[in-house]
């Protein structure tokens, strides 16, 4: 959709639009017959200049407009596409963004809730600051059916454990030490990135799309082991609190409306043309018919259209990031008074997979539709139309979005599967081939208070 | 069949190793025969809402006349484990025995109840 008055766009944070020199809305299109007489911009000749003179922003953007459709209509559409090309090389675009930073910083800091955006949206990490611990009971060793029912079958549907989704890899949350027996199963994707159209101000416009869904959750599998937790140590343990997520805060943006006489305009202009070359095929009478009634048609919509505001969301913001890893037993001696076998230890690692494969279908379940969400408003080119203000664009887009409802029932269910005793492990204690305390035992000659196995366990008596 | 938890006394101290006691007492005037692989515990459950560790059992021996324990009237069986604590925190111990083999086993409990022959009354002890 073309754009006619960029001029005064502006941020959720409420601060005053730029100083410009543009004139207001009846002033620009006052200032635009005059533009269009104006005797030297056509008869510059030289794109470059003729892209200068285009990107000056002292000069109304009306007027700026009424350049670009003036080299148009004398220089030919093809030239005017050449004379945008190079302002967009040498400058970017004319549209100037009245764009200042975010009260709400973008979240790095490792709080507990995080902080809130101008609209009170949640903003970085939201953790907490308890962690999954390896539960312990009897259970299959495997991701399988562990009750002999679907009750953990979502979890068993994922990647084997060490299996990691690197979608879009993050880091930096664990502070893990380096990481141990991970293979990486998937190759990062290269986003084949899909362009939309422009409109004449070259700016992008319509669906820009990839083929790469940004999906973010990183499985950050098993990163290390240490010494298990219930003698003191992280091992059996995830790295991240339940409920852990990492989220930017959608940033929103919003225009006035170009105004009803304009989208008419230019709405007229489009159904013309199209029905124009429709009605071509009917011959002459057929191309002024259609011209007329796609016109018509068009300059209604157009109307509709342009007395409505916009809202979107500034590219980089409106993420939700959610990383999952665990650290491992050791196997053998942990410290001196537990001993734990190598099956007690893959069955600990098998625990911990559960969970991040459930904290991934909570989010799977709540995240990626408030990412599809997103994605639909994401940038000035998918701006949502609603209301007639900026404002009530801005409400409608926050009530889509619908941010803090969303981070807030992942977290909930998140905390409810992973806490300590939630449902991941009351149901994984309640399968068979669990770790169990074998009680006190000799290994090697060293004696160890307690005996981590799986069932059936070491035989009585025996080394 | 009576089963009791006993510990050397309630009040422990951080850092202490906590070792508690699961005890049967066949309280009849009949010799009783007890199962070693169906006596479940002590099992820890922390009161602060952290992970318990692992239930308590045994190992079986091969020989299946071994893993029978043969209890005079007024006689007693029993299983002592220890466990580290952590600072200020209340220790709920578990301790059961079961009618029958049952892989779903809970720290408090089996998953079915129908296979539950006696349990000990819990033993609270409280971490300074």
Redesign the interface.
Known sequence: MARLDQSTEHRIDRQPPAKVDAPSRAGQFAALPQSLGSPRIAGENTIDRQAIRLGDERLPTAQRHGMAAQIGRVQGNRHLQKVLGSLKRNRGFIRTTRVTPAKAKTGTAHVQEGTVNARGEKNGLLTSD?VP??????GKAGLGNLNGDDTLNEAARFPPPGRIDRRQMADEETGAGPTEGVPIGEQPKTAHLQEGEVNEWGEKDGLLASDVAPHVFVNGGKTGSDLD????GRGGTGNQGVGSIHVVAPVYESADPPGALSGAVRGGLTGGLIGAVTGSVFGLVGSVVGGLLGGLLGGAIGAVRGSMARAWIRPGTGTARVTRSYTGSLVGANGP?LYMTPAAVTRTDVHEELHVNSSRAIHDAHIISLERRIAQHLGQANALLAGTTKAEAETALSTFINWNATIDAFRNADTAAN???GTV?TAD????T??????P?AVGGVNY??Y?DTP???????P | MKLILEAEKRGWRAGE?VTVSLLVHNDGFEPAVLDRRLLIGPNLMPAS??????????????DEE?NEIYLNPWTIYG?R??F?VRPADHLVFYGYLLRRPS????PNGP?DPDTLLAEAEPLVLTVE
């Open positions: 308890v611990y390896r539960f312990v009971s009897g937790n219930t003698v003191g008074t806490t300590p005793m492990d204690l309640a399968s068979p669990f770790i169990r305390d074998y009680g035992r208070a307690r981590f059936p366990g070491p035989a009585a008596g025996g | 190793t809402g952290e992970a318990p560790p692992p239930i308590s059992v045994e190992p079986a021996f091969a071994r299983r484990r220890s580290p892989i779903a086993l809970l998953a």
